[in-house]
């Protein structure tokens, strides 16, 4: 008995699950809403003239336009102007405002299917169109996710896009060996700021995360290059450095393409040293070299890793915002670096230009065992 109960709530359960899931892939209720808020709206234009403008039918259409999906959105609108040609119809005596207010009415509606026919291409709209967008640019955040790492080591990453936007060209990639010895860390800036470089960043941040794990240290700017030469972007190049980072010695070798060099903070002597290398910017030329920089980073060590947002404006040249920003990330040494590559971010990246942060402190022993 008590079995039988039991697969019966299952069943119901695997019911609920699918009626849910049916009702959130189609907008079917909303249509259902909609149809009879138009309804109502009309009718209640028709008796009560006073409380109810004429105009009152866009409101129903503005919530299909951001409820409905491109498919059933036209076949609403056209079904509510009929509903303001028989208010217009109603009318006892048609007036020029009452002219003016159908061609108000009717040139809305005409942009609503207008912005519909667009959404075609992508197949949702409104609520479900935003989630993806969501969805994706939670993909990228997750993408330069630190992976849990020793207590001896501290990494931190932040990022800001131009115009305050969730979209931008800067992004970072994280990944540690599936056997925990080693950590990739990945700055990159694609061409453009903002929203225009979103779209090639949420492609190259998945491409880029895979490429990560998947092939040698040495191989991953030369096979990044070959990826972004396939794509034949018209404004197709971006910039990249690379850390390999070996967790149990701490040493590492640094790689970059056309990118800022990165910075060491040394805290034995108190002096930052600039780590460059040679490299071109990736997709613009093929079977390219990248030089390799190797050094260790010892205990209270940090390495700074960035995008050119945080160093370069158009009233200050790169060599003085690197200058700036070691200044600035040498401050950070008694604090331990906690929240630094955010306070950075905060202090140096500018509202024209995207900017991408990654800050790798080694720990001394006491500090680690804290």
């Known amino acids: 008995m008590n079995q039988l109960a039991a697969r019966q709530r299952d069943r119901l359960r695997f019911r609920w699950i699918r009626l849910r899931r049916q009702t959130a892939d189609s907008d079917r209720p909303a249509l259902v809403f909609l149809v009879v808020l138009a309804v109502s709206l009309t009718v209640g234009a028709v008796v009560a003239e006073d409380w109810v403008p004429q105009t009152s039918v866009l409101f129903a259409m503005v919530l299909a336009s951001l409820w409905l999906g491109p498919r059933t959105l036209p076949w609403f609108v056209i079904f509510c102007l009929f509903g303001v040609v028989g208010l217009a119809a109603n009318t006892p005596d048609i007036t020029t405002v009452t002219v003016?207010?159908?061609?108000?009415?009717?040139?809305?509606?005409?942009?609503i299917i207008l912005t519909s026919f667009r959404r075609i291409k992508l197949g949702v709209a409104g609520p479900r169109g935003e989630s993806m967008f969501v969805d994706l640019r939670d993909r990228i955040v997750n993408q330069g996710s630190i992976p849990r790492l020793p207590r001896e080591w501290h990494v931190e990453s932040a990022s800001k896009s131009a115009g305050g936007t969730s979209f931008g060209g800067d992004f970072i990639v994280a990944s540690r060996a599936t056997d925990g010895s080693t950590l990739e860390l990945i700055v990159v800036d694609v061409s453009g700021k903002g929203i225009a470089a979103g779209t090639r960043s949420l492609l190259?941040?998945?491409?880029?995360?895979?490429l990560a794990s998947a092939v040698a240290p040495d191989r991953f700017l030369p096979d990044a290059n070959g990826y972004l030469l396939r794509q034949e972007w018209d404004e197709g190049f971006a910039t990249a450095i690379h850390l390999h980072l070996c967790l149990t010695t701490g040493d590492f070798e640094l790689r970059k393409a056309g990118h800022p060099p990165a910075v060491w903070l040394h805290a034995g002597s108190g002096r930052w040293s600039v780590l460059d290398s040679d490299g071109p910017v990736l997709g613009l030329i093929p079977e390219t070299t990248f030089e390799t920089v190797r050094g260790r980073l010892l205990p209270d060590d940090a390495l700074v890793m960035y995008t050119d947002g945080l160093v370069e404006t158009?009233?200050?040249?790169?060599?003085?915002?690197i200058d700036k920003l070691a200044g600035r990330a040498q401050l950070l040494l008694p604090s331990g670096y906690e929240r630094g590559a955010r306070r950075l971010i905060d202090e140096l990246a500018t509202s024209n230009d995207d900017g991408a942060l990654v800050l790798v402190h080694r720990r001394s022993t006491v500090a680690a065992v804290r």
């Open 100 to 111: 003016v207010r159908v061609i108000f009415t009717f040139a809305i509606a005409l942009m």
């Open 314 to 321: 158009v009233d200050r040249d790169i060599g003085s915002g």
């Open 204 to 210: 190259l941040s998945g491409a880029f995360g895979g």
